[in-house]
């Protein structure tokens, strides 16, 4: 059963960091892609960064490119965010995800509020 669990968020004030983290469980972790999304309130999910499953390859939007920096640890099944110099507009909440097989897998969503 693939699981992606996010955990890392909560309430930071402008200019700060958090590192997020999503654990995976269920697949061979070192062949996917994961991915980091967000969705704000009132607003569709998003793409934020990719990691290729060997780490050498990243991806990441234009909005975060130089602040986000996304990583992974094959050995223990997770990836990271690190989110530095943060803004009020990254205000959302986060979500894995991995496509395996066939099918798409979404993690449950950390919560990042950006506020002072």
């Known amino acids: 059963q693939v699981q992606l669990v996010e955990s890392g968020g909560g309430l930071v004030q402008p200019g700060g960091s958090l590192r997020l983290s999503c654990a995976a469980s269920?697949?061979?972790?070192?062949?996917?892609?994961i991915s980091w999304y967000c969705q704000a309130p009132g607003k569709e999910r998003e793409f934020v960064a990719r990691?290729?499953?060997?780490?050498?390859?990243?991806y990441y939007a234009d909005s975060v490119q130089g602040r986000f920096s996304i990583s992974r640890d094959n050995g223990k099944n997770t990836v990271y965010l690190q989110m530095n110099s943060l803004k009020p507009e990254d205000t959302a909440v986060y979500y894995c995800?991995?496509?395996?097989?066939?099918?798409?897998?979404w993690g449950q969503g950390t919560q990042v509020t950006v506020s002072s």
């Open positions: 995800y991995s496509r395996v097989g066939a099918r798409n897998y």
């Open positions: 990691i290729s499953g060997a780490g050498g390859s990243t």
């Open positions: 269920g697949f061979t972790f070192g062949s996917n892609f």
